[in-house]
């Protein structure tokens, strides 16, 4: 049912979901709950993404470092911007009318998404330029042009979605929480079949394809490695283990980070093709695969410090720096340890 909704009329917290309304305290408790427990984590999670990377050089060696530090600073905007739908749920004052809040919120966090899903599209072009051409990848990809194509992701990203502010369509389900969003800014099917063939499906299909080939010329060395390594072991009269394909272990990080990405992204993408196509639309199924695709901006960083070894090592690293820091600066501020610090000779009084 559609409803008018005056611009100038305060904010007023909308409950997706019945079960977290209370009547007495006036908030949605459990959508208020779902939402800053996302948030924390998405924050906190590529904030020690960030920092490890920024303390750990050895990970800037691979030119996907470079995709992967963007995702990472996409997301952590996800996370801060988050933050908006939960003061809607608690009554909180904006500056600017709903509708333009809810607009603004929709079209940030549909951008920075899809920041994510086009660097994710890179990192599979980028692997697979580097295994089917290993002797012209550092002439061909080079620092000055991935920082010209992490600037393009920014600027595509945002003109695909700058169509929403004139009336267009809805980019997407992430301004919900707001009432105006909710009732009266509706799903267009040009603008959805729009954002599904400039953005959705090339990345799909890029992914599939790139990861596709890896895996397959991956496997087809591994092959030639096993067959050499067995034919020089049989001359020898020794016995070795099959080697992998080097590139094809950090491929399969990376691989892992993208699979996951379009599962939970797949739901949000089917309801927002169906609610474009049918009209038929649902509070609950959108509130929840909202949020089950915003949460890929923490398993981003759980993927990658699982999966990633050179990784695990620069975050122990900045954990043992961090430590050691602490420490000194305990024992600094200790008055009992400061008096019983001996002469530079190191004999004591």
Not at 34 to 53: A, D, E, K, P, Y
Not at 233 to 256: H, W
Not at 329 to 339: E, F, L
């Amino acid at each position: 049912m559609n409803s008018t909704w005056d611009g100038n009329q305060s904010s007023h917290p909308f409950c997706l979901l019945a079960l977290g309304y209370l009547e007495t305290v006036r908030f949605c408790l459990l959508e208020v709950l779902i939402i800053v427990f996302l948030t924390v984590l998405i924050i906190s999670g590529n904030i020690i993404v960030i920092f490890v990377f920024h303390c750990a050089p050895v990970l800037n060696h691979h030119s996907t470092s470079y995709f992967i530090q963007t995702m990472a600073y996409a997301d952590l905007l996800v996370g801060v911007s988050c933050l908006l739908p939960s003061l809607s749920l608690l009554y909180y004052p904006f500056p600017m009318e709903e509708a333009m809040t809810c607009q603004v919120f929709g079209f940030v966090v549909s951008v920075l998404k899809s920041i994510s899903m086009a660097s994710l599209a890179c990192i599979s072009i980028d692997r697979y330029i580097a295994i089917t051409k290993p002797l012209t990848y550092n002439t061909l990809v080079t620092p000055w042009r991935l920082r010209l194509c992490i600037f393009l992701i920014w600027l595509y990203s945002t003109l695909v979605f700058l169509p929403s502010f004139f009336h267009w369509g809805k980019p997407g389900y992430h301004g919900d929480v707001f009432q105006w969003c909710a009732e009266s800014w509706h799903t267009n099917s040009y603008f959805t079949l729009f954002i599904v063939m400039m953005l959705y499906a090339p990345a799909a299909l890029i992914v599939c394809f790139t990861y596709f080939n890896i895996f397959r010329i991956c496997q087809q060395h591994t092959k030639e490695i096993s067959k050499r390594q067995a034919r020089f072991s049989s001359q020898n009269g020794e016995t070795g283990e099959p080697q992998i394909c080097p590139d094809k272990r950090y491929a399969m990080v990376l691989f892992r980070i993208t699979s996951v990405f379009y599962v939970l992204w797949l739901p949000y993408i089917i309801y927002f093709l169906l609610e474009s196509s049918t009209g038929c639309s649902s509070r609950l199924a959108s509130f929840l695969t909202t949020w089950l695709a915003i949460s890929n901006s923490f398993c981003n960083c759980i993927i990658y410090s699982l999966s990633n070894s050179v990784f695990q090592q620069g975050l122990k690293g900045l954990s043992g720096s961090v430590c050691t820091s602490c420490a000194s600066h305990t024992t600094a501020k200790d008055p009992y340890t400061v008096r019983s610090k001996g002469p530079p000779n190191g004999s004591h009084i």
